[in-house]
Structure formats: structure tokens, C-alpha cells
Nanobody, 126 residues
């Protein structure tokens, strides 16, 4: 069972940047497609949205429209890490961010991931 641990969240002013990290516990992570989801304040887990995804070998990625050009997802399969670089943050980006993975890309996009982290809070003040 892959365990995922996020770090790097915090409070930042609008226009600032943060880099989230996700550490995976086992090498089997390398077969997983990985994604960063976020859950906005006051919303339930069923409303988590996929912000960015990257396939198992890092050759393809995906972003929701609202973060394109500001957020960048990457992975290091040698170090069992996934990253989300977030630039030009705005208050709408305030949320708990979760790292998640699944062998199936469709399941990842649907939020039906096999593996989830505990989340890291990102707060952007205006």
C-alpha cells in the first residue's frame, strides 16, 4: 500500500508562490498516475477537484483551466516525489490540497484514486 505525505502548504499573499511536495512510501508509486486535488473551504470531499495530473512516466500532464500557466506539476520517480509549483496565487486557490494516485488515468481524473494523502492547507490572502 502506497502512503502519500504532502508538505509545503502555508499562508501566502496574493501573487505569491508555493511549492507543494508529495512523498510516496514505496517504489510502486512509480506505476501510478498522480494528481493534486483541492477541496475548498466549506465543501465536502466529494467536491474535491483535480487541479493537475501527471501520468506515470511524466510524459503527459493535465491542468484545469483556472490554473493553466500558473501551476506546474512534476514528478521524480527516483526519489518517489511529486511536486506542484503554484505561482501567482489568488484567494480562489485557498483550499486543502491532496496528493493522490491511481494506476488508471480515468480513475484519477474521476477522483476515484486508490491512494490519497492527508492534505496540506494553502491559504491565500488578498
Amino acid at each position: 500500500q502506497v502512503q502519500l505525505v504532502e508538505s509545503g502548504g502555508g499562508q501566502v499573499q496574493a501573487g505569491g508562490s508555493l511549492r507543494l511536495s508529495c512523498a510516496a512510501s514505496t517504489e510502486t508509486f512509480r506505476d501510478d498516475n498522480m494528481g493534486w486535488f483541492r477541496q475548498a473551504p466549506g465543501k465536502g470531499s466529494e467536491e474535491r477537484e483535480l487541479v493537475a495530473g501527471i501520468d506515470w512516466n511524466g510524459h503527459n500532464d493535465y491542468y484545469i483551466a483556472s490554473v493553466k500557466g500558473r501551476f506546474f506539476i512534476s514528478r521524480d520517480n527516483l526519489e518517489n516525489m511529486v511536486y506542484l509549483q503554484m505561482n501567482n496565487l489568488n484567494p480562489d486557490d485557498t483550499a486543502t490540497y491532496y496528493c493522490a494516485g491511481d494506476l488508471n488515468w480515468g480513475r484519477l481524473v474521476a477522483g476515484l484514486c486508490q491512494h490519497w494523502g492527508q492534505g496540506t492547507q494553502v491559504t491565500v490572502s488578498s
